[in-house]
């Protein structure tokens, strides 16, 4: 399935480039929202909506839940070992501007042949250098004693709850406070509504989102499911959760 995004071509490849060069003086604070995927759209609504103030490791890659855990637990250090990263060849993409890079342990441990849709970190350095500035952001706002971590994952597939339950045993060793929002979203329902809302522990809410529209690069399909979904976003971010104080 094509996945879309940021426009192909040069035109789109210098955007992307300056970009990345800009420097970005964006840094965590006492209180962040993070995505953690399960791809770029997650990220879009929360900057969308103004919540999202710095760029993070899993922003900009595919990943999934049990992926996620596994670069937390060891602080990202995987995710960004440059000899683990591979440029994915032409006759192998979608497109040639997209599904540029994966990650060899996540390829061999979880089936993902592509976690880099417009970047390739292995190749560009960049790109690799924009994976490494998220990873530090990362790292600093769950090292930041007395800071507040909301952590958002979206995901049209399965999301097992072993696996964020899981997720959030690793965050609920660091040193600043977080909470995890998963949004399940269910495509091809008859109209959108909350299926499902619930709290299996102080640190975790599961939303369960169906919708008629499936996502289509960075957004649902129907603008009007896409505004529904932004609209969820937006009312539970405002609803602080009791287990961050």
């Not at 909470?179 to 495509?187: A, E, K, W």
């Not at 809410?205 to 976003?233: F, K």
Request: proline fraction near 8%; charged fraction near 25%.
């Amino acid at each position: 399935m094509r996945r879309g995004g940021e426009g192909g071509g040069l035109l789109g490849i210098l955007r992307r480039r300056l970009r990345l060069r800009r420097p970005d003086g964006r840094e965590p604070g006492d209180f962040n929202h993070v995505s953690l995927g399960s791809n770029c759209q997650m990220a879009h609504a929360l900057k969308t909506l103004g919540l999202r103030t710095w760029s993070g490791p899993f922003d900009w890659v595919f990943t999934l839940p049990p992926m996620v855990r596994d670069c937390l637990a060891d602080d990202c250090r995987t995710l960004a070992d440059r000899a683990q990263l591979e440029t994915i060849p032409l006759p192998e993409r979608e497109g040639p501007d997209i599904t540029r890079g994966r990650h060899r342990l996540y390829r061999e441990h979880y089936g993902l042949d592509c976690i880099f849709n417009h970047h390739d970190p292995a190749a560009d350095d960049a790109d690799f250098a924009f994976l490494q500035a998220g990873v530090r952001r990362l790292r600093a706002a769950r090292a930041l004693a007395g800071a507040r971590n909301r952590y958002w994952l979206l995901s049209h597939l399965h999301v097992a709850p072993a696996d964020v339950s899981s997720l959030c045993d690793v965050l609920a060793g660091d040193a600043a406070r977080s909470h995890l929002t998963v949004i399940q979203l269910l495509p091809g329902a008859p109209a959108p509504r909350v299926a499902e809302r619930a709290e299996p522990r102080p640190d975790l809410l599961h939303i369960t989102l169906e919708t008629p529209s499936a996502p289509v690069g960075l957004r649902l399909a129907d603008p009007a499911d896409d505004a529904r979904l932004l609209d969820l976003i937006r009312a539970e971010a405002a609803c602080n959760p009791a287990h961050l104080g």
